[in-house]
T-cell receptor, first 116, second 112 residues
Framework: GAGVSQSPSNKVTEKGKDVELRCDPI?????LYWYRQSLGQGLEFLIY????????KSGLPSDRFSAERTGGSVSTLTIQRTQQEDSAVYLC??????????????FGEGSWLTVV | DQQVKQNSPSLSVQEGRISILNCDYT??????FLWYKKYPAEGPTFLIS?????DKNEDGRFTVFLNKSAKHLSLHIVPSQPGDSAVYFC???????????FGTGTSLTVIP
């Protein structure tokens, strides 16, 4: 596709339920990132995938959060037993390669999650 | 621990004047810096970047300045236009890291 595509764009869920957020990166981009932005906060790193390497999961806030990337393309972020503090916009981004090579990362429009 | 800081949550300027957005960082290993612009209900979009080997990068109305000794960068927009009203995030990374570190953003309002 032309850009990073995320779904759903909006999700309201009850506390305790599981949610899955999907990201379809730009075709050919080997690097994929998940960030989130809570109300009034900056962008918080969650996880990074690069090609076939083991993902960097250092930003995942708890073991309720997990992510996978199938076939080096589409990624799914799963939040189990959602809590109200999980309410945020979840942003996916992709790039051709690691940031240090000077490539830009491109963001999707985000998935807005509200836990009630 | 906030490694990238934007201490001004908001800024208002008159149309046609200069907007200066500031960003400070703490990690001396950071070597690549970017500015993103975000409109409500949209994802951030890339604006301009600078490598640590430079101290200035210009693209049209946008110029980013980097002061490595002060661990400070700034984004200048001149002349400012109402369409520039958005939240601006600065971000930094290093060649040994995997992630972008983002500031908390500065909301710019350009008054017509």
């Amino acid at each position: 596709g032309a850009g990073v595509s995320q779904s759903p764009s909006n999700k309201v869920t009850e506390k305790g339920k599981d949610v899955e957020l999907r990201c379809d990166p730009i075709s050919g981009h080997t690097a994929l990132y998940w960030y989130r932005q809570s109300l009034g906060q900056g962008l918080e790193f969650l996880i990074y995938f690069q090609g076939n390497s083991a993902p960097d999961k250092s930003g995942l806030p708890s073991d309720r959060f997990s992510a996978e990337r199938t076939g080096g393309s589409v990624s799914t972020l799963t939040i189990q037993r959602t809590q109200q503090e999980d309410s945020a916009v979840y942003l996916c981004a992709s790039s051709l390669a690691r940031l240090s090579s000077g490539n830009t990362i491109y963001f999707g429009e985000g998935s807005w999650l509200t836990v009630v | 621990d906030q490694q990238v800081k934007q201490n001004s949550p908001s800024l208002s300027v008159q149309e046609g004047r200069i907007s200066i957005l500031n960003c400070d960082y703490t990690n001396s290993m950071f070597d690549y810096f970017l500015w993103y612009k975000k409109y409500p209900a949209e994802g951030p979009t890339f604006l301009i970047s600078i490598s640590s080997i430079k101290d200035k990068n210009e693209d049209g109305r946008f110029t980013v300045f980097l002061n490595k000794s002060a661990k400070h960068l700034s984004l200048h927009i001149v002349p400012s236009q109402p369409g520039d009203s958005a939240v601006y995030f600065c971000a930094a990374t290093s060649n040994t890291g995997n992630q972008f570190y983002f500031g908390t953003g500065t909301s710019l309002t350009v008054i017509p």
